[in-house]
């Protein structure tokens, strides 16, 4: 019942075959089928029930004798989430989205081997089949001014967090310098990016995993440099274990000093080598460095990939709070997606828009 299936999963989830591919599962390790014999695969079951050929399975919008209109600010899954459940509610909302594509991270930051683009668009035009308007190329305080948006009955903002975070670190303005975000982006954009034949990635998350991947599938002998230990890894385990068996090799308790410019035009990164310590306020070891020894990669290119960041320039300073949105004190407006949380999974957004 494979039709009955879909309709299920929709009435929850409308992204079943991205959370079929890159959704981190937590819900498996809490299934109370583990007391008979193993969690229930609901990650598989999505990814298959959404790749099953069959008529076009669409929820039916709710009849609303008064229709509020809601402004989506971002055209991610938490927004493109957003505008899903509003519309089956019955209400009328707009996506205002600045890229000339909609899909945020899915479309831009997750590589397509991870993520196919068929499975990104199909479910796209799901959400789009209902009464829900996207506007893209449509940037909030630059096209549109925010208090434009004021009109609406309700605004979600859900922007994304597309600044890269720096290193910090003496050299990384050099020229062959990249941010993960940068490198994945112009990726896939469809241009060449042409890291050259070593690369050194600096970061633990899963950012670095898709950066350090997609240059290994470009030809790259690359080497994935943290901070901490693997176990305190911020990536999903499976994305370390596959980016191991593909190739990319590992350096652990290393913390960029400095990168500069080696005779021949490569580039030398100076790192200070790290200890672990009692664990920190995150619960994982506290990293501490160890006197008088340091480490040295050369490489063709660098690429950072050590968080990221909001832009909060264009919102009203009421809303951001400690780098996140805050719309704890204004009535009308919602937040949701890594904006406004640092949980940062395409389901924790998911979950945001619908709540």
């Not at 290193?167 to 310098?177: H, I, N, P």
């Not at 469809?190 to 995993?209: D, F, L, R």
Request: glycine share 10%; hydrophobic share 40%.
């Amino acid at each position: 019942r494979f039709r009955e299936a879909l309709a299920a999963v929709l009435t929850e989830n409308p992204f079943p075959g991205v959370c079929g591919r890159v959704c981190p599962h937590p819900c498996e390790a809490s299934c109370n089928r583990e007391r008979f014999d193993e969690a229930v695969s609901i990650r598989l079951l999505e990814r298959f029930i959404s790749s099953v050929d069959a008529e076009p399975v669409l929820p039916v919008p709710v009849p609303v004798r008064n229709p509020r209109r809601v402004a989506v600010i971002g055209g991610g899954p938490a927004g493109l989430a957003c505008a899903y459940f509003s519309a089956i509610l019955g209400h009328r909302p707009t996506v205002f989205e600045a890229r000339t594509e909609a899909g945020g991270i899915l479309r831009w930051g997750i590589p397509p081997f991870r993520l196919p683009r068929t499975v990104v668009k199909k479910e796209i035009s799901r959400i789009l089949a209902l009464p829900v308007e996207l506007r893209t190329g449509c940037r909030v305080g630059r096209d549109v001014s925010f208090g434009e948006l004021e009109r609406f009955d309700a605004v979600f903002i859900s922007p994304g967090a597309g600044i890269n975070a720096a290193l910090s670190v003496e050299g990384e303005d050099l020229e062959g310098v990249w941010s993960g975000g940068d490198f994945l982006e112009r990726l896939n954009a469809g241009e060449k990016a042409c890291p050259g034949k070593e690369v050194v990635v600096i970061g633990g998350g899963n950012t670095a995993m898709d950066v350090a991947r997609a240059a290994r599938r470009l030809g790259c002998a690359v080497t994935v440099a943290y901070r901490r230990t693997r176990l305190a890894m911020p990536a999903l385990p499976d994305e370390i274990r596959e980016a191991e068996e593909e190739g990319v090799r590992f350096q652990f308790l290393v913390q960029p000093l400095r990168i500069r410019r080696a005779r021949g035009g490569k580039l030398r990164v100076h790192f200070q080598c790290m200890n672990s310590g009692a664990p920190d306020g995150e619960r994982r070891p506290r990293v501490l460095p160890v006197k008088g020894q340091f480490t040295v990669l050369e490489a063709d290119s660098v690429i950072g990939a050590v968080g990221e960041g909001i832009d909060g320039s264009w919102l009203p300073r009421k809303l951001v709070k400690d780098g996140l949105v805050d719309v704890r004190d204004a009535p009308k407006f919602f937040a949701g997606g890594d904006a406004a949380s640092r949980q940062r999974t395409v389901v924790s957004a998911i979950g945001a828009a619908k709540r």
